[in-house]
């Protein structure tokens, strides 16, 4: 059975920092890509960032470039996403996501398996 498990959500004032993670138990973590996603309120779930199984690719969103770092340890089955310089339309649930495959893409659809969520607020 695959699982993913997000931690690290919470509440964050403007500018402040956040790291976000995501173990994964039941798939080949090492041959896997992993994304994490988010859906603000009242919104449609959005891509935030990828990474490939040997972490040479990464991919952000447009709106996260230069904010946020997504990073993987294998030997762990552990994604990060590193969130610095919050601001509060970042606020949404977010996300972790795996597929068992080589590239990385930003298509919610490309991803089987996903996580429960953890919830981040970004609010003075």
């Known amino acids: 059975q695959v699982q993913l498990v997000e931690s690290g959500g919470g509440f964050v004032q403007p500018g402040g920092s956040l790291r976000l993670s995501c173990v994964v138990s039941?798939?080949?973590?090492?041959?896997?890509?992993m994304a994490w996603f988010r859906q603000p309120p009242g919104k449609e779930r959005e891509f935030v960032a990828a990474?490939?199984?040997?972490?040479?690719?990464?991919d952000y969103a447009d709106s996260v470039k230069g904010r946020f770092t997504i990073s993987r340890h294998n030997y762990k089955s552990t994604v990060y996403l590193q969130m610095d310089d919050l601001k509060p339309e970042d606020t949404a649930v977010y996300y972790c996501?795996?597929?068992?495959?080589?590239?990385?893409?930003?298509?919610?659809?490309?991803?089987?398996?996903w996580g429960q969520g953890t919830q981040v607020t970004v609010s003075s």
């Open positions: 996501a795996a597929y068992t495959g080589w590239g990385i893409s930003s298509r919610a659809d490309t991803y089987d398996y």
């Open positions: 990474i490939a199984w040997s972490s040479f690719n990464r």
């Open positions: 039941g798939l080949t973590f090492n041959s896997s890509a």
